[in-house]
């Protein structure tokens, strides 16, 4: 290889042995190719992950434009005027010492209500009268707890509810199944759980077929996905009602969908669900509250107030993969509800990023910064 210096920009290598001379821009070509405003968008985009980016936000309590006389913020309470303390007194009187032991003892009923009758289904043979009689527990006790919680709910579009298959929602409480159950029937997915959970998981499983997973099987996802796929193709069990955030995210936006429920069935039952933040915060963080702690904000709060939608089935397309037709469900599922549609996994607030994310972001950085 031999270097013939030249006058021009640019230098010329040419290889003797092949007869070719390829074009390389000098140093002080590239110099001159960039400009100060060149880097403003990288430095916006730094600014922005700093101060408030699209991501961590959406792992804590939504912020409010006004003051629903409720403390659920870091800061605690704070005082503004003496009218307003005076109000906001009177609302811990009614929601701690008037709502609360009503909450309380309801939700308390609702449970070993819940617990004893599903016992009972549980000896009965398998039939339509076993399913029938389910079916019935369920909505009556779902409807309770509901009413503990004060939940004020807006069913649209219930032509288009789910009967046989997959129903996808996003996911932002475990008040999430309560909400759902209240209008239909559901078979729950889902790791094997310890204390209250459990017992509540055991009796559920005694009345009708739910999917329980140990932590040790739930590292095989041929395993998983084999389970799932036998209860949905079978006509005789209930809808199977999958959360494929994986996560709880504030209501403000719907994240990543796993892709597992998506490669099981090729047909899709979207729900949309949007929580009004002025009456109670519905979110659980729960990197900071534990479940009772969760709970306890719930039933100390004015109420539950939200909408669910039943969007129409989807199905996948020719050509499609799993994780393209994730994706547009999420797509209609943030559409619906007045979402943001994120990208990113919801796994993000305990893990580090994929590299593929970082790739992405990297490739995206490198065709701004492509010379012609």
Same mark, same amino acid.
């Given at each position: 290889?031999?270097?013939?210096?030249?006058?021009? $920009?640019? #230098?010329?290598?040419?290889?003797?042995?092949?007869? /070719?001379?390829?074009?390389?821009?000098?140093?002080?070509?590239?110099?001159?190719? =960039?400009?100060?405003?060149?880097?403003?968008? *990288?430095?916006?985009?730094?600014? @922005?992950? +700093?101060?408030e980016d699209e991501v961590t936000t959406r792992f804590s309590?939504? &912020?409010?434009?006004?003051?629903?006389?409720?403390?659920?913020?870091?800061?605690?309470?704070?005082? +503004?005027?003496?009218?307003?303390? *005076?109000?906001?007194?009177?609302? =811990? =009187?009614?929601?701690? =010492?008037?709502?609360?032991?009503f909450r309380f003892v309801l939700m308390s009923f609702g449970i070993v209500w819940l617990i004893t009758c599903t016992a009972f289904i549980g000896y009965l043979p398998p039939g339509k009268m076993k399913r029938q009689l389910n079916q019935y527990v369920s909505l009556m006790c779902a409807r309770i707890l509901a009413r503990a919680i004060s939940a004020m709910v807006v069913f649209h579009d219930r032509q288009n509810m789910v009967k046989h298959g997959i129903c996808v929602a996003n996911h932002t409480s475990p008040i999430d199944v309560i909400i759902l159950s209240c209008d239909n029937c559901y078979a729950l997915v889902g790791q094997a759980q310890g204390g209250l959970f459990g017992v509540l998981q055991r009796a559920l499983g005694?009345?009708?077929?739910?999917?329980?997973? &140990? /932590?040790? @099987?739930?590292?095989?996802r041929h395993l998983v996905a084999e389970r799932l796929r036998e209860h949905v193709e079978n006509v005789n069990k209930l809808p199977m009602l999958i959360f494929p955030e994986g996560t709880c995210i504030n209501n403000t936006s719907v994240m990543m969908f796993k892709k597992g429920s998506f490669e099981i069935s090729s047909t899709i039952y979207p729900v949309a669900i949007k929580y009004d933040a002025r009456f109670g915060d519905a979110f659980w963080n729960s990197s900071k509250h534990g479940? +009772?702690?969760?709970?306890?904000?719930?039933?100390?709060?004015?109420?539950?107030?939200?909408?669910?939608?039943?969007? $129409? $089935?989807?199905? /996948?397309?020719?050509? @499609?993969?799993?994780?393209? *037709?994730?994706?547009?469900?999420?797509? &209609?599922?943030?559409?619906?509800?007045? #979402?943001?549609? %994120? &990208?990113?996994?919801?796994?993000?607030?305990?893990?580090?990023?994929?590299?593929?994310? %970082? @790739?992405?972001?990297?490739? *995206?950085?490198?065709?701004?910064?492509?010379?012609?």
């Open positions: 290889m031999v270097k013939l210096p030249v006058s021009t $920009p640019n #230098l010329i290598y040419r290889d003797i042995s092949q007869s /070719r001379v390829l074009d390389v821009p000098s140093v002080n070509s590239i110099q001159k190719a =960039f400009h100060l405003c060149d880097v403003m968008d *990288f430095l916006k985009c730094g600014m @922005e992950a +700093i101060i309590a939504e &912020e409010l434009s006004s003051w629903n006389l409720l403390t659920r913020t870091d800061c605690g309470y704070q005082f +503004i005027s003496w009218r307003l303390t *005076f109000l906001w007194g009177i609302g =811990f =009187f009614v929601r701690y =010492f008037i709502l609360l032991p005694r009345a009708t077929h739910h999917v329980w997973f &140990e /932590r040790s @099987e739930l590292k095989d479940m +009772i702690g969760h709970f306890l904000y719930i039933m100390t709060s004015w109420a539950v107030v939200c909408d669910v939608w039943y969007l $129409p $089935p989807m199905t /996948r397309l020719d050509g @499609e993969d799993a994780v393209e *037709f994730a994706n547009r469900v999420k797509g &209609e599922i943030a559409r619906k509800g007045g #979402l943001v549609d %994120l &990208e990113w996994d919801g796994q993000l607030k305990r893990s580090q990023p994929k590299s593929s994310f %970082l @790739e992405k972001q990297q490739k *995206f950085y490198s065709q701004m910064l492509k010379m012609e």
